[in-house]
């Protein structure tokens, strides 16, 4: 039975990005480990400024935009909905490039798509 992939664009409501803002802003963070930064951790103070970055500048809408300019689909495989996203290079050797660099990067789609960009352009 053949599995047709069906077009997906993911769209994240407001309340849930309000939510999560309000969430993070009332983490609870520890003590810093004795020693130096991440030796024991993460660093709390890196940490803060990171949570604080997610509370007040990260662009959610930016981001969404940005995943959305790649063409994405659902596939249903053995109970779940796979997510994938598909990018086509303009050049022949771009593609081999992108096959190559899929090979070797394993940090999600948001890797994927900054080399689409490269390659594509």
């Not at 990171?50 to 662009?59: I, K, P, Q, S």
């Not at 290079?89 to 990067?105: G, I, K």
Request: some cysteine.
């Amino acid at each position: 039975m053949a599995v047709t992939p069906q077009p997906f664009s993911p769209r994240v409501p407001q309340a849930d990005i309000d939510d999560l803002r309000l969430r993070l802003a009332r983490t609870r963070y520890p003590d810093q480990a004795p020693g130096a930064p991440w030796a024991f951790g993460t660093d709390v103070t890196y940490l803060r400024n990171l949570v604080d970055y997610w509370c007040t500048a990260f662009d959610w809408r930016a981001q969404e935009a940005r995943l959305n300019s790649f063409p994405q689909f659902k596939v249903p495989l053995k109970g779940i909905d796979l997510h994938r996203t598909k990018s086509t290079a303009s050049e022949p050797l771009s593609a081999a490039a992108m096959t190559h660099e899929r090979h070797q990067w394993r940090r999600g789609c948001s890797a994927e798509h900054r080399a689409a960009e490269t390659v594509t352009c």
